[in-house]
């Protein structure tokens, strides 16, 4: 039986392609999808512990750990594809971690912005920082059910040139050199719950136009 090629899937994101052929090797080893997952969690725990400090140095510590975090949540994903290691605990695990994550970066970069500025468009940062956090697991979450019931067609983010709409975090980095954490919270506050309003118009579209 021929090897398939780490690249078989050209219409995928950069990301993800880099991630396939970086974890090709280990496909036959003793590493797990579930140990990519827990590494993926371990690197997103530590950046939002980073962000809560505040801080232009812990803010910039902050975005390489998430950077490295959302790159290994690719990892673990095609790790288990091409090694027939797919299992719905190891799903419900990623999925819980990227909800996690998700969460508290934005809790601890509302929380690291509020060290010095305790107040953001009238709110408490850190309330802002739980409001896009949590509206950007509902958007997950809601893609998540479009997918179950429509397929991932239905589902799939915007891309233009291999670059899908969550690849904007991996410009955090130079957000935060630029010591840009507070328009960065603001943008995410009013944007993530629009765009959580937006996914759930879609969601009530696909669910109501299929057939009974």
């Known amino acids: 039986m021929s090897e398939p090629s780490p690249l078989s899937a050209a219409a995928a994101p950069w990301d993800a392609r880099l991630a396939r052929r970086l974890v090709w090797p280990l496909r036959g080893g003793p590493l797990t999808p579930n140990h990519l997952t827990t590494a993926r969690l371990a690197f997103g725990v530590a950046a ?3 962000f809560m400090h505040g801080g232009y140095g812990y803010m910039n510590l902050g975005a390489l750990l998430l950077v490295i975090s959302n790159f290994l949540d690719h990892t673990d994903g095609e790790l288990a594809r091409i090694s027939g290691r ?4 190891g799903h419900w695990y990623d999925l819980g971690s990227d909800a996690l994550v998700t969460v ?3 809790a601890g970069i509302g929380a690291g912005v509020g060290v010095s500025s305790p107040s953001l468009l009238g709110c408490p940062p850190l309330l802002l920082g739980l409001l896009a956090g949590v509206a950007v697991a509902v958007i997950f979450y809601l893609r998540m059910r479009i997918e179950a019931v429509a397929g991932k067609v239905a589902s799939r983010q ?3 040139g291999g670059f899908e709409t969550e690849d904007v975090l991996y410009l955090l980095p130079l957000v935060m050199l630029c010591n840009g954490a507070r328009p960065f919270l603001v943008a995410a506050a009013v944007g993530g719950p629009l765009f959580a309003v937006w996914v759930a118009l879609d969601w009530h579209r696909v669910t109501h136009t299929l057939p009974r």
Do not use: G, T
Not at 86 to 89: D, F, N, Y
């Open 48 to 50: 939002a512990v980073a």
């Open 86 to 89: 797919s299992s719905a605990l």
């Open 104 to 106: 508290l970066l934005f």
């Open 158 to 160: 915007a891309s233009v």
